[in-house]
């Protein structure tokens, strides 16, 4: 298989300026005008039903004393034992032992996921990466620093788990174990807006994958170029280097000006809904290299 680069990306990091409050004055008015100030200073977020916002007031104007707001998204057991928080990238709760972080917006800043998980004081961001059809809300990669409690881990996927992306009440997740100490960040597939290039690596013969059904693997380049352009795929082609002890390399910068129809396909990875890379090699092999060996069923 590829070596892949695992170099995590920077958390980032936002001021914890997330619990506000206003005391109200003696009347119902000033009660009604501190509510209608605390919503225009507090940054607008849809709020899920765990996450609510209190206001705690007489019912008559005559018994009414004093009025507390606990800040939007932000609900606690104590002082500083924050159990969920929301803002408009993401809502996250502790379910058990487990932190469950849903995203609402796979487009948002990364700031705003990093900002969640202070707000309950886990230091763990989230880049969401644009996907192929079969990755997403699969797990890219994880990286972490040292001071990790050991046994304490990341996880991602979909929530509920096994729903179908798109379906109403399905989104991207993130989980983290009760007790995770350290800094962590998880790369995590989103789907692909139109003209993106994909983040992860997938075959394109996989089902879902824009050349499922397409035998590509031990064929000539000529014939697979043909039979993807005929469903409106563009195909680029990588020289790859069979290694000695299994595997295969490349060389970016040492590709050759032309490649002939006759090469050999060993296979074709998903760069964007419209285009595949093709694997090849100049002679036929005794094995697939890529795999080491055939090529797995299940992906194609």
């Known amino acids: 298989m590829?070596?892949?680069?695992?170099?995590?990306?920077?958390?980032?990091?936002?001021?914890?300026?997330?619990?506000?409050?206003?005391?109200?004055?003696?009347?119902?008015?000033?009660?009604?005008?501190?509510?209608?100030?605390?919503?225009?200073?507090?940054?607008?977020?849809?709020?899920?039903?765990?996450?609510?916002?209190?206001?705690?007031?007489?019912?008559?104007?005559?018994?009414l004393a004093a009025a507390a707001v606990i800040g939007p998204g932000l609900l606690t057991d104590g002082?500083?034992?924050?159990t969920s928080y929301a803002n408009a990238a993401m809502e996250i709760e502790r379910r058990g032992d487990q932190w469950v972080a849903k995203v609402k917006d796979p487009y948002a800043d990364h700031a705003k996921y990093a900002e969640a998980f202070k707000a309950v004081g886990l230091d763990v961001g989230l880049t969401l990466l644009p996907s192929s059809p079969t990755g997403v809300g699969k797990?890219?990669?994880?990286?972490?620093s040292e001071g990790i409690t050991p046994g304490k881990g990341l996880g991602g996927g979909l929530e509920p788990e096994g729903?179908?992306?798109?379906?109403?009440?399905?989104?991207?997740?993130?989980?983290?174990?009760v007790g995770f100490t350290g800094k962590g960040?998880?790369?995590?597939?989103?789907?692909?807006?139109?003209?993106?290039?994909?983040?992860?690596?997938?075959?394109?013969?996989?089902?879902?994958?824009?050349?499922?059904?397409?035998?590509?693997?031990?064929?000539?380049?000529?014939?697979?170029?043909?039979?993807?352009?005929?469903?409106?795929?563009?195909?680029v082609v990588t020289v790859i280097d069979p290694n000695e002890g299994g595997g295969y390399?490349?060389?970016?910068?040492?590709?050759?000006?032309?490649?002939?129809?006759?090469?050999?396909?060993?296979?074709?990875?998903?760069?964007?809904?419209?285009?595949?890379?093709?694997?090849?090699?100049k002679e036929r092999l005794d094995k697939n290299p890529v795999y080491d060996g055939p090529k797995p069923a299940d992906l194609g």
Request: charged share 25%; glycine share 12%.
């Open 185 to 235: 960040v998880v790369y995590l597939g989103r789907s692909a807006q139109p003209g993106e290039r994909y983040g992860n690596w997938a075959p394109a013969t996989r089902e879902g994958e824009a050349l499922h059904g397409l035998k590509v693997d031990e064929r000539p380049v000529g014939e697979v170029r043909k039979e993807a352009a005929e469903r409106g795929i563009r195909s």
């Open 79 to 82: 002082p500083g034992l924050a």
């Open 163 to 177: 729903c179908q992306m798109g379906a109403p009440g399905c989104a991207l997740a993130v989980t983290v174990d």
């Open 2 to 63: 590829t070596n892949m680069d695992d170099q995590v990306g920077a958390l980032a990091r936002v001021r914890d300026e997330d619990l506000r409050g206003r005391a109200s004055g003696a009347g119902a008015r000033t009660l009604l005008e501190s509510i209608v100030e605390a919503e225009h200073v507090h940054e607008p977020a849809v709020r899920p039903r765990r996450v609510r916002r209190f206001v705690m007031a007489g019912m008559a104007v005559s018994a």
């Open 139 to 144: 797990v890219v990669r994880i990286g972490g």
């Open 249 to 281: 390399g490349y060389h970016p910068h040492k590709q050759p000006d032309s490649v002939g129809d006759d090469w050999i396909v060993w296979e074709a990875q998903a760069l964007s809904a419209d285009e595949v890379r093709l694997l090849v090699t």
